[in-house]
């Protein structure tokens, strides 16, 4: 199993949004790395859902329910899908939200990639990453 952060806006798409969808497909990503991370998803990865621009924090964890599939119709220079998107599906709310200001402090997650590459929308998280994580949810 795979573990990522995958960002939205939360006055579009928040985590209410996904708990009341039950799930959901995460489409519209158009940047190339974080295309190319959505394609590395399989089946039964997990996510933090992390609401970007307001709040600034993880929220929730995510399933990813179905590999990745195209989005759209636009096609690279050899007739490949241009886009991806993979389906989600809510797996449950953090205890305690972990902030920005929090990950940036903790210095065993001072190479995630969320904050090595802050503006793509779409990053891996390390096994001891993501239990660092889990952790700080727990308070």
Sequence with gaps: MAYWLMRSEPNVYGW???????????????????????????????AFFYHSNIGKEAVGIMEITRAWQPDGDDKDAKGNPKWASVRVEPVEKLANPVTLDAIKEEPRLE??????QSRLSVTPVRDEEWDVILEMSRG
């Design 16 to 46: 209410d949004h996904l708990v009341a969808d039950k799930g959901t497909e995460w489409d519209g990503v158009r940047n190339y790395t974080a295309r190319n991370f959505l394609k590395e998803m399989q089946q039964g990865d997990r």
């Design 111 to 116: 190479k995630l990639e969320m904050l090595r």
